[in-house]
């Protein structure tokens, strides 16, 4: 079974400074999909970024970025120009390419992250 | 989100009760899975769907139950509420198995078993 890990429970930044949230997985598939979920004060799941694992470009959302390093399970998002809004719980997660079954998202544990005005 | 609700958005039951929660969806996915949020645990799977009567087990699935009688509406049931069952459960939503598209979540409900 697929394992996703978050090795930070919580992180803090400054407002307008950069931070990275990290997560690893594992998993014996060559194909797959990686996302971060966005988890505000008011419970709603936001998909955040999205990755494809055959696709070597990390994906890009405005000030949100992601290191994608395959052979080293390792997909990390980086905030930048970090605002109030973004404070959050950030979920990383993984879905397998195709089938699986009773697969569905895995997901890891969280990272709460707390803007510093 | 739109077209996806859950319904209570909020509930505290005795346990030992029976308790039903509901998600309802107006997009017409395919696919209709329930979660279960805990601190420290993220977001868990109980039980997925693949289409109308098609439901599967997820990873925490004792405990609970599902049906699916029609496209827009996925039920779980907690057969006797248990205090471990007290959690905010998700439902979501998705058109494909695979691809990027992610999964639309419900606002979730809070259920507390006392």
């Known amino acids: 079974a697929q394992t996703v890990t978050q090795s930070q429970p919580e992180m803090s930044v400054q407002e307008a400074e950069t931070v990275t949230l990290s997560c690893t997985y594992d998993t014996s598939e060559s194909d797959y999909y990686l996302f971060w979920y966005k988890q505000p004060p008011s419970r709603q799941m936001i998909l955040v970024i999205r990755q494809e694992a055959y696709k070597q470009q990390n994906a890009t959302e405005n000030r949100f970025s992601v290191n994608f390093q395959k052979a080293a399970k390792s997909f990390s998002l980086k905030i930048s120009d970090s605002q109030l809004g973004d404070a959050a719980m950030y979920f990383c997660a993984y879905r397998m390419y195709s089938g699986g079954g009773a697969d569905g998202l895995t997901f890891g544990k969280g990272t709460h992250l707390i803007i510093q005005p | 989100d739109a077209g996806i609700t859950q319904s209570p958005r909020h509930k505290v039951t005795e346990t030992g009760t029976p308790v039903t929660l509901r998600c309802h969806q107006t997009?017409?996915?395919?696919?209709m899975y329930w979660y279960r949020q805990d601190p420290g645990h993220g977001l868990r799977l109980i039980h997925y769907s693949y289409g109308v009567k098609d439901t599967d087990k997820g990873e925490v699935s004792d405990g609970y139950s599902v049906s699916r009688s029609k496209t827009e509406d996925f039920l779980l049931t907690l057969e006797s509420a248990t205090s471990s069952q007290t959690s905010v459960y998700f439902c979501?939503?998705?058109?494909?198995?695979?691809?990027?598209?992610?999964?639309?979540f419900g606002s979730g409900t809070r259920l507390t078993v006392v």
């Open positions: 979501a939503i998705s058109a494909r198995q695979e691809g990027t598209d992610g999964y639309t």
């Open positions: 997009e017409n996915h395919r696919y």
